[in-house]
């Protein structure tokens, strides 16, 4: 409780104090970012996120597990994260272009939720946002490696995290072009059936978000990435 007047007014001024929507996400404290994402202070760091975002000069700070967020979103923060879809709703409703912005190798969010594995609540949220505010259909847009959302999606689903270990989201790892030494390593490694890398809830699970990436963007199929490989 404040106790000085100058605290209680900066209380009602910042409900939230100086928390920010980034610092509660990458802590996975859901309920308090999605407090936070239905104020306005939320709206106001959202929308100080997307000029970061968009100034090639931002650089963004190092997270807890190495990767380095320059100029980084909230909704792939959250993809990243593991969020809850009442989580990327939220930012979605707050940020209605969020699904389309691309980060630095060319990924939109549905190309990171597809890398990370998220839920099929999440890919459905991410598409169906898209189609109804009349946005382009990020299922069939390409990454700077030409490689759709169902290129990351097919990766996730034949190779083992524990070979992967998440890098070839940000470019860099087995399924990266040129790093041939690595994919054979993951070629030898994901053809032994016991070493999957999810179990059967989960495979089931990616079945599903297969299928309706296809529905949405069936041209995916079809397309070649850098390396000549389609899906």
């Given at each position: ?175 990266s072009s040129g790093n041939s030494a690595a994919s ?30 296809a529905q949405v963007g069936p041209k995916a199929i ?10």
């Amino acid at each position: 409780e404040p106790k000085t007047k100058l605290d209680r007014l900066r209380s009602n001024l910042l409900p939230f104090g100086r928390k920010s929507i980034s610092s509660l996400i990458k802590k996975h404290k859901w309920n308090k970012a999605l407090q936070l994402l239905n104020s306005k202070q939320g709206r106001q760091q959202i929308s100080k996120n997307r000029q970061q975002q968009e100034d090639p000069t931002f650089v963004g700070p190092n997270d807890d597990d190495g990767y380095f967020y320059a100029g980084l979103s909230l909704l792939t923060l959250a993809i990243l994260h593991n969020a809850p879809v009442d989580i990327i709703n939220a930012i979605l409703r707050q940020d209605h272009l969020a699904t389309v912005i691309v980060g630095q190798f060319g990924m939109s969010p549905l190309h990171v939720a597809c890398a990370c594995g998220s839920s099929f609540e999440v890919i459905k949220a991410l598409t169906q946002h898209d189609r109804e505010n009349g946005l382009p259909n990020t299922a069939i847009v390409v990454d700077k490696c030409r490689r759709t959302p169902l290129h990351h999606l097919m990766h996730h689903l034949c190779f083992p995290k524990s070979v992967d270990k998440g890098r070839a989201i940000f470019g860099s790892g087995p399924f990266s072009s040129g790093n041939s030494a690595a994919s054979s390593s993951v070629a030898s490694f994901g053809s032994i059936p016991n070493r999957m890398s999810m179990n059967q809830d989960e495979l089931e699970e990616c079945m599903i978000t297969l299928r309706c990436l296809a529905q949405v963007g069936p041209k995916a199929i079809f397309c070649r990435d850098i390396d000549g490989r389609c899906p």
